[in-house]
């Protein structure tokens, strides 16, 4: 198990050989970010995650899930039970984002009305161009 300490080798997002990149990458994908949020309230099957998410087709979900668990930000847990079943759940690493990115969703909940009228009146203007 990986322990968190966030100081240990601490990256510079900035410097594009940083793989602080990479790792932005991961958990600002919106299906992370869903995944995440799903696996708060803890462990679930990946038709239960699939039909909380909504809109993920398998493959994608499958992809974010193998990613995830490549960067240790969740488990996946095989049942030897017939028919097999197949638990994922956040790692304390994963875990860690539950708060930034509640945070995230909140503020882009709470200004979707803002966005949208912004695009709107953006379309318009670019389209009297």
Do not use: N
Request: net charge negative; charged share 25%.
């Amino acid at each position: 198990m990986v322990t968190i300490e966030p100081q240990a080798t601490r990256g510079d997002a900035f410097d594009p050989e940083c793989p602080t990149r990479v790792v932005l990458d991961r958990i600002g994908d919106k299906w992370t970010v869903l995944v995440i949020a799903s696996l708060e309230g803890g462990s679930l099957r990946f038709s239960e995650l699939r039909a909380r998410i909504g809109g993920v087709a398998p493959k994608v979900l499958t992809q974010t899930l193998r990613a995830m668990e490549r960067d240790g930000l969740l488990t996946r847990t095989v049942h030897a039970q017939v028919p097999p079943r197949v638990d994922y759940e956040l790692t304390p690493l994963g875990a860690s984002l539950t708060g930034p990115i509640a945070t995230l969703t909140d503020w882009a909940e709470t200004h979707l009305a803002v966005i949208l009228a912004s695009r709107e009146d953006y379309d318009t203007a670019f389209d009297a161009r």
